[in-house]
């Protein structure tokens, strides 16, 4: 009876055995295949993680206008209180201007008035993107600051003095990196009732605008229509830098320059 017992145990074992070997030659079979595969494609290359994407959060801009019997200069920050300029949200906005000038009258002694005007405001305003109109709207509201020193003193003159009021401007126009470009600016400082409006349609090639513009100004004493062509540098190579010159035709007053030329130029940072 033991002699018999062994033997079953030693067939258990056996069997046993023989099911492990099936089973690792199987096993061997199915994954002999997969690794050659993979030994005659080599190693799945490893994605380098894309580098994050630049956003400013200020902009610094300044510019110099020059017409007949007239040349400003101006200069001013935009801040975005999210950071990014790119995006919806608040943004705080600071211009300062001076501007030399002089116009003929009959009101003053020698007939010719030599003016000085200095000009602030300070804006709170909000952003919003439009992406299926490809555009983007900005809305700004504040402080409106001017003064005007004339030399001699002009009665008839009712810009003559310093001035606080309201200033309000809008913008809308396409987004920074569209093939095309529209923008239309206006804004209107209640302190000397002073409005600007300029509107511009040109065509990206690769980084460089090119279009025509106009822009319409004036006051309670003046008002100056202008008709031209501008050129901007926005290629990305130059980002943050912005370029803009642009020149054309100007008309106002007689007394004030009647028609000349007029040039600009504008210069702009992102930070």
């Not at 069997?15 to 690794?35: D, H, Q, S």
């Not at 810009?159 to 920074?176: D, I, K, M, Q, S």
């Not at 605008?209 to 540098?233: D, H, M, S, Y």
């Not at 130059?238 to 600009?264: K, N, Q």
Request: with cysteine.
């Amino acid at each position: 009876m033991a002699h018999d017992h062994e033997d079953t145990v030693a067939s258990r074992i056996k069997k046993e055995l023989a099911r492990v070997a099936i089973a690792t030659m199987c096993a061997l079979i199915f994954w002999a295949p997969g690794n050659a595969s993979a030994a005659d494609i080599g190693p799945l290359p490893v994605k380098k993680p894309a580098p994050p994407f630049k956003t400013y959060s200020t902009v610094l801009f300044g510019g110099f206008d020059d017409r007949s019997r007239s040349y400003y200069g101006y200069g001013g920050i935009i801040y975005a209180f999210n950071r990014n300029l790119a995006a919806d949200g608040f943004l705080f906005r600071a211009m300062g201007l001076y501007n030399v000038y002089d116009y003929d009258s009959t009101a003053v002694v020698g007939g010719k008035v030599d003016g000085r005007m200095s000009a602030f405001d300070v804006l709170l305003g909000y952003q919003k993107n439009l992406p299926s109109a490809n555009l983007v709207a900005r809305l700004f509201a504040g402080l409106d600051y001017e003064s005007h020193d004339l030399s001699p003193s002009n009665p008839f003159d009712t810009n003559e003095g310093t001035a606080y009021g309201v200033h309000v401007r809008g913008e809308l126009e396409t987004p920074y990196i569209s093939p095309y470009h529209l923008s239309l600016l206006a804004s209107y400082g209640s302190a000397k009732r002073r409005y600007w409006v300029r509107g511009r349609a040109g065509y990206n090639f690769q980084g460089i605008i090119l279009g025509p513009e106009g822009v319409v100004t004036g006051n309670r004493e003046t008002k100056e229509q202008r008709v031209g062509a501008f050129v901007t540098f926005r290629h990305p190579a130059l980002v943050p830098f912005e370029l803009s010159i642009s020149g054309g035709y100007s008309h106002t007053e007689d007394t004030r320059g009647g028609a000349s030329g007029y040039g600009t130029i504008e210069l702009s940072v992102a930070l």
